[in-house]
Nanobody, 127 residues
Framework: QVQLVESGGGLVQAGASLRLSCAAS????????MAWFRQDPGKEREFVAA????????HYADSVKGRFTISRDNAKNTVYLQMNSLKPEDTAVYYC????????????????????WGQGTQVTVSS
């Protein structure tokens, strides 16, 4: 079990940068695969990025590849999402999620595999 709290969202202009943080509580944070998802009202939840339990592997959605970077600091129980060159289409609520069933996996990321979720943080990118 791990509890997650996202922060760092806000309103920015296109081309700006934001860094989202996901603070986790739990003794075995280092044993979880972590991921970021996003969702706009009326749309399906969309995978953004994932990172393996040890940070050794990462995977990104094509829509954010080259612009976003996921990282983790297990000593601080924190996962980050650095978002650069933001576009209006990046506007969404961003969610942090944790999976303990396949902590090494990063390529396949179904929301159903993630048992723990944060409350979400709003990112709005204006034109």
């Amino acid at each position: 079990q791990v509890q997650l709290v996202e922060s760092g969202g806000g309103l920015v202009q296109a081309g700006a940068s934001l860094r989202l943080s996901c603070a986790a509580s739990g003794r075995a944070f280092h044993s979880y695969r972590m991921a970021w998802f996003r969702q706009d009202p009326g749309k399906e939840r969309e995978f953004v990025a994932a990172i393996s339990w040890d940070g050794g592997s990462t995977h990104y959605a094509d829509s954010v590849k080259g612009r976003f970077t996921i990282s983790r600091d297990n000593a601080k129980n924190t996962v980050y999402l650095q978002m650069n060159s933001l576009k209006p289409e990046d506007t969404a609520v961003y969610y942090c999620a944790a999976d303990q069933t396949r902590p090494w996996a990063v390529v396949r990321n179904s929301p159903l595999d993630f048992a723990s979720w944060g409350q979400g943080t709003q990112v709005t990118v204006s034109s």
